[in-house]
């Protein structure tokens, strides 16, 4: 790498990437010299939100700077992904990126990024299991019996998501589709 001033935009998996930033910080040393912001596509208080918060501080003692972490929240992590576009490639604004992003550009080509040229990952940060879950006091109690039961009533059952192209909508709409099902995706 020959400069961090001349690296593509970066994009932060969603927590502890320390490691590819203290290299960086040894090729630039002037850097930072302002606040570095990190822009999650999630709303306050999530995972992605908590887990970024957290890094923030060790981030910012290990570049002997400040870090702020921006919530921009809709589209499902396109807005986000567009904000960071917009903003220099000098690696003061980063993205808390996902999955979303990536398949965002596949569902709505209208997005003002590619996912794969705009962005430079720095390190895989976390990783979140997809978990199929019913209300507690629900009768059903495995995954066979929820098929029945969407069998049993053909799209008037509903899945949630936080959106359309998230992991969990991608998850629902894969267990509903590998299996046949008829049932409705509420984002």
Do not use: C, W
């Amino acid at each position: 790498m020959p400069a961090f001033s001349m690296l593509r935009r970066v994009t932060l998996g969603a927590l502890g990437a320390l490691g590819g930033l203290l290299a960086l910080q040894a090729l630039a040393q002037s850097y930072p010299n302002r606040p570095v912001k990190i822009v999650v596509p999630f709303a306050a208080g999530g995972g992605p939100d908590i887990e970024t918060r957290r890094l923030a501080p060790k981030l910012a003692e290990a570049l002997g700077g400040a870090v702020v972490v921006e919530n921009r929240v809709g589209a499902a992590g396109i807005l986000a992904a567009e904000v960071v576009t917009q903003a220099p490639a000098d690696g003061y604004t980063l993205l808390a990126g996902s999955i979303s992003q990536v398949v965002q550009k596949i569902l709505r080509p209208e997005a003002k990024f590619d996912p794969v040229v705009t962005f430079v990952p720095i390190s895989k940060t976390s990783t979140t299991p997809a978990v199929l879950i019913v209300p507690a006091d629900s009768p059903i109690k495995s995954a066979k019996e929820l098929e029945a039961l969407i069998r049993s009533k053909p799209g008037e059952l509903n899945y949630g998501s936080g959106g359309i192209g998230t992991s969990a909508h991608i998850a629902g709409a894969t267990f509903v589709g590998v299996l046949k099902l008829n049932a409705v995706h509420v984002p």
